[in-house]
């Protein structure tokens, strides 16, 4: 069997350089965005999301505006038209991500299992069906474009993740106090322990409902590494797709020199892309990433990349996309049937109103929340409180992974703005203090059967004094009842006044009861859905009898 | 330098001792027991300096932080930094009693000064927006952001509450200064010193259902020996969290004392309350923890300017 040489080459270097470089940059930015100013995110944290073509051409056609596209991402369609999918491989995080698992296989590919199949056109289907998917509103790109699904994956499963495992086993360590005489572990743990929490996690630990979700769609694709290198690369990935279409005739060309190359296919099994770099003339510049691994791998330096022209004064000739016009049409048809699908409930056609879907602050009104969202999560990562949480089924299968707001996990802190700042899309717009106060979110309400100055005769009214409304939302007023034995006692019985209430759900979260709490706030009365606001503005009327 | 057990006892008898000897001098029977500073000078000073310098005074008009002191000590000075509001809105004590109150610890001997709160809203805003995380690290405190990670459940034995996370940090502190701002309270009418231990546990919520008794639980518990009272501007109405400007009353005062209960009964005086009528004040009296008359301990009632 033949050895496959270690594979040596500056440029392989400079790229794995590279992939970590943008990996620790990623994963730098949605650390910071919790760091330092409370009232100001961290540096940058759009960088990424600007950068991506995928999600300002959906954006753009799903909101239909441009304004949603960004100077990065132009500036990175052109360079792929010239220097091929060198995003793919040099700087997607997602894609180092798979590139880290596929080292881990045991196996090695053959040179047959890096050569073209039907199912590369996969990609091809996913991004078109999206597309046209946009073009009706449902903006589901982010679901698989690798930015928004690898900041997604950070926020509410690897962050979290790792917070609560650094936490937890400090903790427990702290409290069991292991020594050996005078040397005890704390000594090791306690200083690890307090630089993650003073310079990493910086603050409570997150924990987001639907998580374990987000964490299996990420774990699975994955994990399908152990079946194909970098299988969401090559079949799946819409972002993969859009830029494989735009370097189609990239400058950058494989060359092979017919010279030195004996055909034995090692470059084709150091492939990860199945970019037959071991067939001349059919070199697929739509599925390569630019990775050098195939430079590298011949040990006769039988194949390069140029931009040079070859002795004919063209360039070396290339592979045909494999994506008919037939298959385009059926996968636009599909896009258009999933649309339809997704529609069908009185919630997607807006009958009806989920209760429990509250919004954050400066959400537009929910179809045109919907068209510009891209469930990347960054809103929750920012959120101080933890309010913000990725939606299940609670937005239909079109609002998959959209925030919405949990009080009694978290509620909307009174003077914060960050979910608006950070918002890469303009789905949630960006708002001033002073703005924000008079953003109504939902409103609150009291279920008389658990509060317990009503159905338990016991003082409470906690959530009044939480109320931050300056004249509040909730007053109470002083009754006298009768008690089990006989005796009169006062009670403090609290009320909503609905002119006041903004619906940021600090009572609930406040509210003694943890299971569910007897102040509930519903999405009823949102500034952002006239059709949802039940109450008369202005008081109660005059009496018509 | 060599260790060997004979040394190492020899310097743990020695520092034991060292340790006995500094702790807290007793107190001069003829000091003041309660201290009332008022504001002479211009009206027009900024809010700053006025509770800087009236925390100044009416801690020498009690004989000085000293005598409460351990040489090198840890001292917490627990302020009320419950809310995400300015200084001006009176729903948090003023960054200026506390940064003052910091300096004076210092140059009382202590070795390192905490400051600390477990707030209602988001701990950094809060800590932010009511300036006191800015004044106290500028006064050389440490301010601690709590770790919900390091409650841990104590006993502490009252008649409401058998037991109850607090944060070993600021029980197990040489000294503990319960600082609040004097304001208005839905549930208990008014929110003073023994209220503003509510600030080093978890599991709190319930106590609404008996304030008065959990409070004077945990007062008890928390064993005081010196409160400041800021009444530099004080909440009258929608308290705790506040917010409006009309319900601010300007009074340019501090208070300090070693006893909590008779300092919050001048403070429900100032917010306009019979203290006898305040549960917490009443049960903190029945529980031995101080008088409610506070005029029968003579409050030493000086200026600042």
Redesign the interface.
Known sequence: MMRIRRPRSWMQWLRRISQAFFLILFIGLAVSVRLGDPTVPGWGPRFFFDMDPLTAAATALAARTMEVIAWPAVALVIATMILGRFFCGWVCPLGTAHTLVSALRPRKPKAADNHRTPWHRVKYAVLVGLLVMALFGVHWTGVFDPIPLMFRSLTAFVLPGAQYGIEDSATAVYQADPHVGPVRATWVTEPVYQFFRNWVFQGDRQVLDGGVFIAFWFLLILGFNFWKPRFWCRYICPLGGMLGLLARKPLLRLRTDEQRCTGCGLCAMACPAAAQPDMPGKWLPSECYGCWNCVAACSRGGVNFSFAKQEDGRRPAVGEVDFSRRAALGSAVAGAIAVTGFRQSPQAQEVVYNPWLIRPPGALPEREFLQRCIQCGLCMRVCPTQALHPCSLEAGIEGLWTPRLIPKVGYCEYNCTLCGQVCPTGAIQPLTVEAKHQVRLGLAMFNRNRCLPYAYDRNCIICEEHCPVPDKAIYFVEEEVTLRDGSTTLLKRPHVDPDKCIGCGICEWSCVFRDEAAVRVTSANESRNSNNQPILPGGSGDSPY | MKTNRRAFLQSAVALGGAALISHSPARAADQPLMSIARWSGDENAPMMEVAEKLTVEAIKAIGGLEPFIKKGGTVWVKPNIGW?RVPEQAANTHPGVVKALVRLCYEAGAGKVKVGDNP??????SY??SGIEAAAKEAGAEVVYL????FREMEIGGKRLSSIPVYPDIYESDLVISVPVAKH???TRVTLCMKNYMGVVENR??F??DLPYCIADLTRFMKPRISVLDATRILMD???????LN?VKILRTVAAGTDIVALDAFGAELLGNNPEHIGTIRVGAEYGLGVIQYKTLNPKEVTAA
């Open positions: 995400d209602c809203n988001d701990i950094r805003k932010g927006n770790d919900r990670n390091r309270h839905s549930s919520k319930k609404h259902q929608h308290g705790p969290t506040g917010g409006d319900d």
